[in-house]
């Protein structure tokens, strides 16, 4: 909060003294380094430039509280990037559910017959050692 009252004070101030905005192309108050955006005075408000994603607003204050809108550019290309993640995923999920492999690799997926069988073959083989190698170990001629 500390830092937008920096930013909003020298456009409160340029505004308070009558400076014409059309006649001479404002200043923009530069972030100092390590800050995210640039603000330019414009009318009405401001234009805030996010130094990170290039990403342009424009602000105003309407009874005490800053709105901010992106540009109509920055919403169509942020609009047009949603659509094309949303296409690929679609795409990608297809793919995958199309992809040979275990079913087991795939969520929701009951297994196949075979499948079953297989996994219920090697528990019993298992089991069986297991019970082989503990009647052995309890023999009664077996010491320890």
């Given at each position: 909060m500390g830092h937008a009252r920096h930013f909003i004070l020298p456009i409160v101030l340029a505004a308070a003294s009558g400076?014409?905005?059309?006649?001479?192309?404002?200043?923009?108050?530069i972030a100092p380094e390590g800050e995210r955006f640039t603000l330019t005075p414009?009318?009405?408000?401001?234009v805030r430039l996010n130094k990170e994603t290039g990403a342009v607003s424009y602000c105003s204050v309407k009874d005490g509280v800053t709105v901010c809108r992106l540009g109509a550019e920055e919403r169509a290309a942020l609009e047009a990037e949603i659509n094309r993640l949303r296409k690929e995923n679609a795409e990608l999920k297809a793919r995958a559910d199309a992809a040979p492999g275990?079913?087991?690799?795939?969520?929701?997926?009951?297994?196949?017959?075979?499948?079953?069988?297989?996994?219920l073959?090697?528990?019993?083989?298992?089991?069986?050692?297991?019970?082989?190698?503990?009647?052995?170990?309890?023999?009664?001629?077996?010491?320890?």
């Open positions: 400076a014409p905005a059309a006649a001479e192309t404002p200043h923009p108050i414009a009318e009405g408000g401001f275990p079913q087991a690799a795939r969520p929701n997926a009951t297994p196949s017959e075979e499948e079953f069988e297989r996994a073959s090697f528990t019993e083989r298992l089991l069986r050692r297991i019970m082989r190698v503990f009647r052995e170990e309890t023999s009664p001629g077996r010491t320890l």
